[in-house]
């Protein structure tokens, strides 16, 4: 063990990356040198993959641990909201799967995101259920420059008073003095979202500068003109999917979608019931 003390940090990292779990945490008690990159390691990424190693994480883990948790990936049928509720000190969390949970509370969902703000990049929680002050979260998070990626298909915003009641993000997108953010989201899936309406396109037109890519498959709210005018305004959109949107149903709409933003390069959409993807360099 002399010899392994002498190593330099880079063939330490070299043999911990080797290195399974139960060889790290044997490992992480010979000296405090071994300890800390021992410890970054097991909890950088765990690993839960079967509902033993799940719950075992929330009985061990504390306040020391979550902080070095960086990616997150929750299984839907084990989660609960009392081991939600215990991961508010993940500070560095940078990615996070959190998808199908629509068992969880908001105000749950509220403590894990409040405490990595600052750090989060990578965001999924399709099927879920979110309240107004989720969104006010997420929108600090993409407007303090981290938050690139939001994954919010088929959730429910409360309050809602009806299943296709609309809503507009003004929480996510707008702070309380009524300006919009300038956020850094460049990927946002709201596909299923029935309460997507023309108004929500207008609001992400104006306060999403940079997105690259937007999915509203199955928004049957949306205006071709509504479209169109989120199109022209995002000058990095890469890539739209409006499969089964009903008001983009035939190649001469996406033709003249396409033409409105030189920078878009993909368009989805539906046509007979058959989803068709238009290239730019293919069609133009």
């Not at 009392?82 to 799967?97: D, F, G, M, V």
């Not at 309460?195 to 500068?209: E, I, R």
Request: hydrophobic share 40%; aromatic share 6%.
């Amino acid at each position: 063990m002399g010899h392994l003390n002498r190593l330099p940090l880079e063939l330490m990292q070299i043999l911990i990356d080797l290195l399974d779990v139960a060889s790290l945490c044997q490992l992480s008690r010979v000296n405090q040198r071994w300890y800390e990159p021992c410890m970054n390691q097991i909890y950088d990424s765990p690993l839960l993959t079967t509902k033993k190693k799940h719950d075992s994480f929330f009985e061990c883990t504390n306040e020391r641990t979550q902080r070095l948790v960086r990616r997150l990936h929750l299984k839907s049928t084990w989660i609960t909201n009392a081991q939600l509720q215990q991961l508010k000190h993940c500070h560095r969390l940078s990615r996070l799967q959190l998808d199908h949970c629509p068992h969880l509370l908001p105000s749950s969902l509220d403590l894990v995101i409040s405490g990595c703000v600052m750090s989060i990049q990578h965001m999924s929680l399709a099927n879920n259920q979110l309240s107004q002050s989720t969104l006010r979260l997420l929108g600090l998070a993409s407007a303090n420059g981290q938050l690139r990626y939001l994954d919010l298909r088929n959730t429910m915003i409360r309050p809602c008073g009806a299943i296709d009641a609309s809503h507009h993000l003004d929480a996510l997108l707008l702070p309380g003095w009524g300006l919009f953010y300038r956020h850094s989201l460049a990927h946002l899936d709201l596909s299923y979202c029935n309460w997507v309406d023309d108004t929500t396109l207008a609001n992400l037109a104006q306060a999403l500068p940079l997105l690259q890519f937007i999915s509203l498959r199955w928004c049957q709210r949306l205006s071709d003109k509504a479209v169109g005018h989120l199109i022209q305004q995002l000058k990095h959109l890469n890539m739209i999917d409006l499969c089964f949107v009903s008001s983009i149903n035939r190649h001469s709409n996406a033709h003249r979608l396409l033409r409105l933003n030189p920078w878009l390069q993909k368009i989805g959409f539906t046509f007979e019931c058959k989803s068709i993807w238009l290239q730019r360099n293919k069609v133009l």
